[in-house]
């Protein structure tokens, strides 16, 4: 498996990110277009998630471990819901009003002085300079291969950015 990230964040094996300078309609373009087109479904599912269960309104004080059983029973029970609804629309409702006053009218409530967080933060923290370790080069050269195999992949099944109908390309790429 793998983490699917943009390119703020560094390529190794277990996290994939686009290519940078990739040529419209070239294979790095296509891989790019649908390594974006993963990220956007699983952004989408994880906000959908932290919509409907309150518990990921802030930081999860658990273990590793306990986080990942805990986002799978709640990824298993959104699923459930999803599958199994009739009329929808008082669900559609709350979602299409759910914002950030939303959020701070239900902590308004709460007895506890924890400000919700987001989950992931820049800590403002600065970024390691200099030449990058053999260790670090060497993840980075497993994820490059990893990266062109799948471009290749994809290639290989004629799998291109769509160019009608659907993602144009405009001014910016």
Known sequence: ????????????KSLLVPYRDAQPGGIDDAFNFWLSNCRIHIECTFGE???????????LNYSLGTSVKLI????????????????NTQERNYFSQFNQKTMNELFEHNNSDEIPLALVVDNG???PTGRKSKQALYRIQLGQELRNELALLLSEDNLKRPTSNRAKYNECG
Do not use: C
Not at 49 to 59: C, E, P, Q, S
Not at 72 to 87: I, M, P, Q, S, Y
């Open 72 to 87: 799978n029973a709640l990824a298993k029970l959104h699923n459930f819901l999803v599958e199994t609804r009739g009329d």
């Open 1 to 12: 498996f793998f983490f699917v990230g943009d390119t703020a964040y560094p390529l190794s």
């Open 49 to 59: 998630m932290v919509m409907r269960w309150g518990i990921l309104w802030k930081k």
């Open 125 to 127: 923290q600065p970024k």
